[in-house]
């Protein structure tokens, strides 16, 4: 249990600031203020730190609101955010893990792939950060000034982009992370149009395998490898998501078996992770399917955690080391288990 004398941070949980004397008032009236969120939107999250909100909100919520709110509760003091190990998960950086290796990431600008790339290059890693976003890129290579980071803005499903990370890439691939992608609209395949379609299959299926062809070519030469894509738990069931996302994401996981059995005799392992509610922030499109949403509501009530993306990377990051060493073909459900249910 959680020490309810312990000061408030951005770390504590949003559970736990709500739940305060102090602290709940204080929250309420600001998230009254902000608009992005009520309490009953937040009741999936109440496990996830309070800072974690930021990036829920994509910029509705400024890191200045969770500032005045610490500053607020504690008499415009900042107190220590010391970790006793009764809040939520902490990321523990193992030095050297990824020491002389190096790591493409897809999707590396937010979310899942930012926090994997950031945390390959903690480790040791030389990363090769990957996105259309070469702003985004350049604030994650700032953002880590002692470490090895490769950026690259392209569009995973372009040849001629593709062709440029093997470029930035080298000699050496070690591993790679296919973590791009993108939601879709929930709607039912009667509903689905050919832009939904295409751009979806295009980017969370199409994108991945065409990286990987031209990825796997330079680990057969080495012969030693390590892929992890990230499929979904709409790749492991038909009721978690819209009819092209879960396509998608049932093909990311054929890619991966194929790609295991192909190859586990050449040094080069293939997994996927299978995240199911995470908090990215990522966007649905503008026009949801009613009738689709309306379906697939009761289903997605029962998550029974929402994660966070250093919470995936830590499975990703396994995955990817050589601690995974004996693991491969598997699709790890990484997702408070949702898949168990």
Do not use: C
């Not at 608009?35 to 999936?44: C, H, I, K, R, V």
């Not at 930021?54 to 509760?73: H, N, R, T």
């Not at 399917?289 to 289903?299: H, I, Q, T, V, W």
């Amino acid at each position: 249990m959680p020490d309810a004398t312990a000061p408030l941070t951005g770390s504590s949980t949003i559970g736990t600031w709500l739940d305060h004397p102090e602290g709940g008032p204080a929250m309420r009236a600001a998230l009254g203020r902000g608009g992005a969120f009520d309490e009953s939107t937040l009741a999936p999250v109440r496990g996830l730190p309070l800072q974690q909100l930021v990036a829920m909100s994509q910029g509705q919520l400024p890191q200045e609101l969770v500032d005045g709110l610490v500053l607020q509760v504690n008499g415009g003091v900042v107190p220590d955010d010391v970790d006793d190990g009764s809040g939520p998960w902490r990321e523990t950086v193992t030095p050297g893990r990824f020491a002389g290796k190096t790591v493409i990431v897809t999707g590396a600008a937010s979310g899942i792939g930012r926090a994997t790339a950031s945390r390959v290059a903690r480790e040791g890693g030389r990363v090769v950060a990957v996105d259309l976003f070469a702003d985004k890129l350049e604030a994650l290579a700032a953002s880590l000034p002692d470490a090895d980071v490769v950026t690259v803005a392209g569009d995973i499903t372009k040849q001629d982009d593709i062709d440029a990370v093997v470029v930035a890439a080298g000699d050496r691939i070690d591993g790679l992370a296919n973590i791009a992608g993108i939601n879709d609209d929930f709607s039912p395949l009667h509903e689905t149009s050919d832009a939904m379609w295409d751009r979806v299959i295009g980017i969370n299926l199409t994108g991945g395998f065409k990286l990987s062809r031209a990825v796997i070519p330079v680990m057969l030469g080495a012969g030693r490898g390590s892929v992890v894509n990230v499929a979904s738990e709409a790749g492991l069931r038909g009721n978690a998501s819209g009819n092209a996302y879960t396509v998608s994401k049932h093909g990311v996981v054929g890619l991966t078996k194929s790609a295991a059995f192909m190859y586990a005799k050449e040094g080069i392992r293939v997994n996927a992770v299978a995240p199911g509610g995470v908090a990215t922030g990522i966007p649905f499109p503008a026009n949801v399917s009613e009738a689709g949403s309306a379906r697939l509501r009761p289903f997605q009530a029962a998550i029974p955690t929402i994660a966070t993306a250093e919470e995936l990377a830590a499975s990703i990051t396994f995955l990817l080391s050589d601690d995974a060493v004996n693991v491969n073909g598997a699709i790890l459900a990484s997702d408070g288990g949702w898949s168990v249910q």
